[in-house]
C-alpha cells in the first residue's frame, strides 16, 4: 500500500518505543541523560505528514546484470549464437541478485502525527494502514 501525505492511517501492531532521551533544546552531545520506555496500541489513528522513498544501493552484480541485460535485450538478435549463449548464461547467473535486490530495492518511511500528540518519524510504511 502507498501512503500520501495527509491520509488517515492506524497503527497495525503494538509498538514499543525505547532508549535515551534528550530534553528539548539540550546539545547532542549531552544523550544519555534520560532512558525512556513508551508502548502504542495497534489501532492508534493519525495523519501523515511526510512520506520519504529510500532507493537501495546498487551492488556490483546488480550493475553488471543490468548492463549485461540490456545489451542482451538490445543486441542479442544480432549476435552470433555463441556469443549470446554465453551471454544469456552471464545474465542467468547474475539473476539470483537482481531478484533479491528488486524484494528490497524501494523502502518507504512516513512520519505521522498520532491523534494522541505522539509523531512516529522514519517509520516503515508497512506498520501503517489506511484509516
Given at each position: 500500500?502507498?501512503?500520501n501525505v495527509g491520509?488517515?492511517?492506524?497503527?497495525?501492531?503494538?509498538?514499543?518505543l525505547?532508549?535515551?532521551?534528550?530534553?528539548?533544546?539540550?546539545?547532542?552531545?549531552e544523550?544519555?541523560a534520560?532512558?525512556?520506555?513508551?508502548?502504542?496500541?495497534?489501532?492508534?489513528?493519525?495523519t501523515?505528514?511526510?512520506?520519504d522513498e529510500h532507493?537501495?544501493?546498487?551492488?556490483?552484480?546488480?550493475?553488471?546484470?543490468?548492463r549485461?541485460?540490456?545489451?542482451?535485450?538490445?543486441?542479442?538478435?544480432?549476435?552470433?549464437?555463441a556469443?549470446?549463449?554465453?551471454?544469456?548464461?552471464q545474465v542467468?547467473?547474475?539473476?539470483?541478485?537482481?531478484?533479491?535486490?528488486?524484494?528490497?530495492m524501494?523502502?518507504?518511511?512516513?512520519r505521522?502525527?498520532l491523534?494522541?500528540?505522539?509523531?512516529?518519524d522514519?517509520?516503515?510504511e508497512?506498520a501503517?494502514?489506511?484509516?
Amino acid at each position: 500500500m502507498t501512503l500520501n501525505v495527509g491520509q488517515r492511517v492506524r497503527l497495525v501492531a503494538d509498538l514499543r518505543l525505547a532508549g535515551q532521551v534528550t530534553p528539548a533544546g539540550e546539545p547532542p552531545e549531552e544523550t544519555g541523560a534520560f532512558a525512556a520506555s513508551l508502548a502504542l496500541a495497534a489501532g492508534i489513528e493519525g495523519t501523515v505528514e511526510r512520506v520519504d522513498e529510500h532507493h537501495r544501493q546498487q551492488s556490483h552484480e546488480v550493475r553488471e546484470y543490468l548492463r549485461l541485460k540490456s545489451l542482451l535485450d538490445d543486441f542479442g538478435h544480432q549476435m552470433p549464437l555463441a556469443s549470446r549463449k554465453q551471454l544469456e548464461e552471464q545474465v542467468g547467473a547474475l539473476e539470483e541478485q537482481w531478484v533479491a535486490y528488486q524484494r528490497r530495492m524501494h523502502r518507504v518511511t512516513v512520519r505521522v502525527r498520532l491523534d494522541n500528540g505522539f509523531v512516529l518519524d522514519d517509520a516503515p510504511e508497512e506498520a501503517f494502514a489506511s484509516a
